[in-house]
């Protein structure tokens, strides 16, 4: 058996790996909404897969809203199209909120894309190949619609052009685009306040793993003097949770920017390797 001062250590390394559990999960698509998507893509839009008018009976549908990633040596490209029924007795102005994920457990990834709303182009975030460039800061934003383009109480079309990097493009990942269509006040409420529970969030898994770091530290000076393994084993244990914890993304975007950064040089020469 183990000594009780050994054990407690270790019940204590294993209750540290709780601030994982404090990440929000990925929200699906809105309720009512069919999503729709399709491989390859229609830059000039002589295919109208813009259009409201097209008819994509054909494309598969993404179950729960979320989609596969194209193949690893495709062009990256994907359209998804979102039919969502609107609420009458509403007067606007109208806009559009798109909030991106690729995600596999918490790992996400990064994307670039753009929004049409009854075939007019509404907003971007990052731009495309050949030049791609990720935004490392906007995965959720709202786009205003021009006036005309959605009509109360019938059903917009969101088509979103998407291009995912070749780091996602892999068979464990999964996209997921959460998109609603409403007056615009009422998005720019909803937007403000899950960035205020993401904040909170984002603060507290930092504040917590950085005392689970600084503790491992104490546990790790210790045992230079004592020269316990049992202490050694544990501060270890727990500063390698905490180092695990910040880099799979339970930090905010800006303290991450260096790992995607270098992500984004390696898809550059993946990007260019193939031409």
């Given at each position: ?6 054990g ?7 209750l ?22 399709h ?5 000039e ?14 494309w ?7 989609w596969?990633?194209?193949p690893?040596?495709?062009?990256g ?5 979102f ?25 996400v ?18 731009s ?6 990720l935004?490392?800061h906007h995965?959720?934003?709202?786009f ?13 079309v ?37 960035h ?14 950085g005392?689970?770091?600084?503790f491992?530290?104490?546990l790790?000076?210790?045992?230079r ?47 260019h390797?193939?031409e």
């Amino acid at each position: 058996m183990l000594p009780r001062k050994s054990g407690c250590l270790i019940l204590f390394t294993v209750l540290s790996a709780c601030p994982a559990g404090l990440v929000c999960s990925a929200q699906q698509a809105e309720p009512g909404t069919l999503v729709r998507y399709h491989f390859g893509d229609d830059p000039e839009g002589r295919l109208g897969w813009a259009n409201p008018n097209f008819d994509d009976s054909a494309w598969p549908v993404a179950k729960d809203g979320r989609w596969p990633m194209p193949p690893i040596d495709s062009d990256g490209f994907v359209w998804v199209r979102f039919h969502i029924p609107l609420r009458s007795g509403v007067s606007g102005p109208f806009s559009v909120r798109n909030a991106r994920e690729i995600y596999s457990g918490a790992t996400v990834s990064l994307l670039v894309d753009e929004v049409y709303v009854g075939g007019a182009l509404v907003g971007r975030q990052g731009s495309l190949p050949p030049n791609p460039m990720l935004s490392l800061h906007h995965q959720d934003a709202v786009f205003d619609i021009p006036a005309g383009q959605v009509t109360p109480g019938t059903t917009a079309v969101v088509a979103i052009r998407v291009w995912c990097p070749p780091r996602a493009r892999l068979p464990i990942f999964m996209g997921d685009l959460r998109v609603s269509v409403d007056e615009r006040r009422n998005l720019l409420l909803a937007y403000r306040a899950d960035h205020a529970t993401a904040l909170i969030s984002d603060g507290l898994n930092l504040a917590l793993n950085g005392l689970v770091a600084l503790f491992s530290g104490g546990l790790l000076f210790v045992w230079r003097k004592t020269g316990k393994r049992d202490l050694l084993m544990c501060g270890v244990m727990l500063i390698s949770l905490a180092l695990f914890s910040l880099l799979r993304g339970q930090v905010p975007i800006e303290l991450s920017a260096m790992p995607n950064e270098l992500a984004r040089a390696l898809d550059h020469f993946a990007i260019h390797s193939s031409e």
